[in-house]
Nanobody, 126 residues
């Protein structure tokens, strides 16, 4: 059974940094992992993905250059380092896993991921 649990969210000022963690009971050699976020009243949107095994990463444009996705395979933990946070980054952040069949990160949406954590809230004030 796949279980994912996020932590590390909080309330910070614009320009600050946070690191989100996602601990999972999951074999990262067969699952792609990713981060999504959802702001109030908005659809869930993708943030970043990491390819199983190789560690190749993908970032959506709003976070490119500011966020870094990484994983520690020994600890079964996925990370999202968020720097230079902006008020528009305010959202509930979710980690997710997708059984790895191909690698098409520019096409992935929430429906492409079958396993989800419960989310961790990030609030950025100006």
């Amino acid at each position: 059974q796949v279980r994912l649990m996020e932590s590390g969210g909080g309330s910070v000022q614009a320009g600050s940094s946070l690191r989100l963690s996602c601990v999972g009971t999951i074999d990262t050699t067969i699952y792609h992992m990713g981060w999504f976020r959802q702001a109030p009243g908005k659809e869930r949107e993708r943030v970043a993905f990491i390819q199983r095994g190789s560690g190749i990463t993908y970032y959506d444009d709003p976070v490119k250059g500011r966020f870094t996705i990484s994983q520690d395979k020994e600890k079964n933990t996925l990370y999202l380092q968020m720097n230079s946070l902006k008020p528009e980054d305010t959202a509930m952040y979710f980690c997710a896993a997708r059984y790895a069949t191909g690698w098409y990160p520019d096409r992935y949406g929430p429906d492409d991921f079958g396993y989800w954590g419960q989310g961790t809230q990030v609030t950025v004030s100006s």
